[in-house]
């Protein structure tokens, strides 16, 4: 089974420019997770779908990052503009169940790594 | 909010030494997932727990569930260099209506053959 699909992998940017991540999930997948890893840290949820409505963005900068997930599948994170802390791997997650059950085993993307200068 | 605290930070061993991260939460969990990140790679899932003192093992790792499920540990017996990584604890809130992992630091294996 093909795993959860990202790009690009590597982006460098000046910061004010803006930047978009793709995910496409595991077929089937009804939530998909956007987390933001720092270096040296572990990931920070950001938001997350449920079939293509939201369920958590409670941690999502709203003022400059936004997250579509069109049809329920794939999906697409931006941030506009970007300052120098949002260098990090950004990470695409998506599992079977609908978040709402105690159990969820998450799949990563490779992820997408994001310098900012 | 939930906070998930994990020690040590960095453990340095040699193969064959045995290794312990521990993951402590600030909130009762419904569950406790664990997760291996690989230098350069993405996490890994490997296992979860559900209830109180649960204990699974895998090989030569050993996974527990504190009694008030608000820790954990994973031991892992004669480490290889095929362990190197790094292991985060990621905690389930327990109650409401969304179920969010939040993830511990992680603690940094290296391993010296």
């Known amino acids: 089974e093909a795993g959860v699909a990202q790009s690009p992998r590597y982006k460098i940017i000046e910061k004010r420019q803006s930047v978009a991540f793709w995910c496409n999930p595991i077929?089937?997948?009804?939530?998909l997770y956007w987390y933001q890893q720092i270096l040296g840290q572990g990931p920070k949820l950001l938001i997350q779908f449920q079939n293509n409505g939201v369920v958590d963005d409670s941690q999502l900068p709203k003022d400059r990052f936004s997250a579509e997930r069109l049809k329920g599948v794939d999906s697409t994170l931006k941030i506009q503009p970007a300052k120098l802390e949002d260098s990090a791997v950004y990470l695409c997650a998506s599992s079977l169940d609908t978040g709402r059950t105690t159990y969820n085993e998450q799949f990563f993307g490779p992820g997408t790594r994001l310098t900012v200068l | 909010g939930q906070q998930v605290m994990q020690i040590p930070q960095y453990q340095h061993v040699q193969e064959g030494e045995d290794f312990t991260t521990y993951c402590n939460s600030s909130?009762?969990?419904?569950?406790i997932q664990w997760y291996k990140q690989r230098p350069g790679g993405h996490p890994v899932f490997l296992i979860q727990l559900v209830k109180s003192g649960e204990v699974k093992k895998q090989k030569r790792l050993t996974f527990q569930f504190g009694e008030a499920k608000k820790n954990s540990s994973l031991h892992i017996t004669a480490t290889q260099t095929t362990d190197v990584g790094t292991y985060f604890c990621?905690?389930?809130?327990?109650?409401?209506?969304?179920?969010?992992?939040?993830f511990g630091k992680g603690t940094l294996l290296t391993v010296n053959p």
């Open positions: 909130t009762t969990l419904s569950n």
């Open positions: 077929s089937g997948h009804a939530t």
């Open positions: 990621a905690g389930m809130n327990s109650g409401g209506s969304n179920y969010k992992l939040t």
